[in-house]
């Protein structure tokens, strides 16, 4: 049975009724600072800390739990003889229930605060008390979560005493939360690129219906350090959000947000399928949807600028599964929301992460995100492209960054008309982009050229310059066959393989 308990919390929400729920129970309240100013002033019979610890807080704050009276009520091990009898020695009460949540680190971190502003956020006292309380969970009740006031109170209602299984449960809670706030705090504070533990932070959004197939369980997760376009959007219309939708989502938004020109990405099983730039909205989205009219049904589409009606009745004259932007005209809002499982996205953020993170089976890869278009470009060939070819050479590398390798993009009047990816041979992803991209007559690769067939399948198709890493021992065969059609090279020095 609990008969005394320590409430220390930042967050005060259901902490009252809580607290009201416990005096009923007889109860005894023990509280700090803040906390014991609330629950006094609203009529709970409350215990200052410096009370039980006959030792004033101190350092601003920073200390005043930290104290034997505190941990030994909590750690010790009720059926324990020896430790009973020192804690009454010591003339130290027994502590059974723990509620503290800690200092908003989380929130707090992604502030535009000085550095020294954040450290203050460390909570220390508070992460001490639960890990003590989590650590005795058979004997000790711990609240980490403001969710699990009712959970607690009912039990406690129906069978006097919480349950094991509960109180388990309970304490799993508090190391779960920990790890991620310890891994928060180590992220900040930590100037290595690669530091030799992974630490992660990450908070559950939702759990997922399924995951990319029906019989596969899945959760969406959010950072709790970066304020990311994933998990800084608002969902204005439509069904709750797919793990495919958000992983398609994710690529759809880094394509359209490369260009600072007005531009539209339709995207489908992670993979563009039209990607174009326009003189506005309307205009993006209609040159985007040209570029693959089949592919484009049942894809997303993700616009860098602010969506407006017209634009909003063309994008609902089919099925789309998503349409995402900054921001949608109140009448482009209506027109979208008569479609009522259509998803439309407000996305207040353009994308943060540095890392890219993959697991493979017992490890993870990390690397930077690829951020770097190109060092230089080089013309390689005896024609040089014109500047407007240069310009469609930059988009087409631009969208290439986002196929799957080997990729080929091919460009006609800044629309990706073809694109061809995930091939195990570039020639075969070359034909593939080219059949698709009829009059397109720019092309971008990923990579270098292997073999000088690429150059030759392109100058049969009528394309007019091409883009590409170099840097293959066969380079001066793909230069003199550019050289022989009449066809401008350039060389950017950076690959852009994505697997």
Not at 109 to 123: A, G, T
Not at 338 to 344: A, E, G
Request: charge should be negative; proline fraction near 3%; aromatic fraction near 8%.
């Amino acid at each position: 049975m609990i008969k005394r308990a320590l409430i220390s919390v930042f967050n005060k929400d259901g902490i009252l009724d809580f607290a009201k729920f416990l005096q009923e129970k007889n109860v005894e309240i023990i509280s700090t600072g803040g906390t014991y100013k609330y629950l006094k002033e609203n009529g709970i019979n409350v215990v200052e800390i410096n009370e039980v610890t006959e030792f004033p807080e101190m350092l601003d704050g920073r200390v005043k739990t930290l104290h034997p009276k505190i941990h030994g009520g909590i750690l010790a091990i009720r059926d324990n003889k020896e430790h009973m009898e020192t804690i009454k020695e010591h003339e130290i009460n027994p502590i059974d229930l723990v509620v503290v949540n800690l200092y908003p680190f989380f929130e707090k971190v992604k502030e535009d605060l000085e550095f020294e502003e954040k450290v203050e956020f460390i909570d220390i006292g508070g992460p001490t008390m639960l890990r003590a309380a989590a650590k005795n969970f058979n004997d000790v009740v711990v609240i980490s979560d403001v969710k699990d006031y009712e959970k607690v109170k009912n039990e406690i209602n129906e069978n006097i005493e919480v349950s094991y299984k509960t109180k388990k449960l309970l304490a799993g809670k508090v190391f779960n939360l920990m790890s991620a706030y310890d891994a928060a705090i180590s992220n900040f504070l930590l100037d290595e690129e690669y530091p030799e533990y992974l630490s992660v932070s990450y908070k559950k959004l939702q759990d997922l219906r399924y995951g990319e197939n029906p019989h596969q369980s899945a959760a969406y997760y959010g950072s709790t350090m970066v304020d990311g376009s994933m998990n800084g959007f608002e969902i204005l219309n439509g069904k709750e959000l797919s793990y495919n939708n958000i992983k398609d989502l994710d690529i759809a938004w880094k394509v359209a947000c490369e260009f600072e020109e007005t531009a539209c990405c339709a995207l489908k099983h992670n993979t563009p399928c039209g990607v174009a730039i326009g003189s506005d909205v309307y205009d993006a989205y209609i040159k985007a949807y040209d570029c693959d009219p089949i592919s484009i049904f049942g894809g997303i589409v993700a616009v860098n600028k602010k969506v407006d009606k017209k634009t909003a009745e063309e994008m609902a004259k089919i099925f789309l599964e998503i349409v995402a932007a900054p921001d949608f005209d109140e009448d482009a809002l209506e027109v979208l929301k008569t479609k009522k499982n259509l998803r439309v996205l407000k996305i207040k953020n353009s994308p943060k992460d540095k890392k890219y993170m993959v697991t493979v089976d017992g490890g993870m890869l990390i690397q930077e995100e690829d951020k770097k278009l190109l060092d230089e470009l080089k013309v390689v060939t005896e024609k040089a492209p014109t500047k407007e070819e240069l310009d469609q050479l930059t988009f087409g590398m631009k969208v290439v960054k986002y196929v799957k390798s080997n990729a080929i993009v091919v460009v006609n009047n800044f629309r990706a008309t073809g694109i061809g990816g995930g091939q195990v041979n570039r020639i075969w992803a070359t034909t593939e982009a080219l059949e698709r991209g009829k009059g397109a007559t720019i092309l971008a690769s990923d990579a270098f050229f292997p073999f000088g067939d690429v150059v030759e399948e392109a100058a049969k198709h009528g394309i007019k310059a091409i883009i590409q890493p170099g840097g293959s021992i066969r380079d001066n065969e793909s230069i003199e066959k550019c050289n022989e059609n009449g066809i401008s090279m350039v060389f950017t020095g950076v690959r852009h393989f994505k697997h």
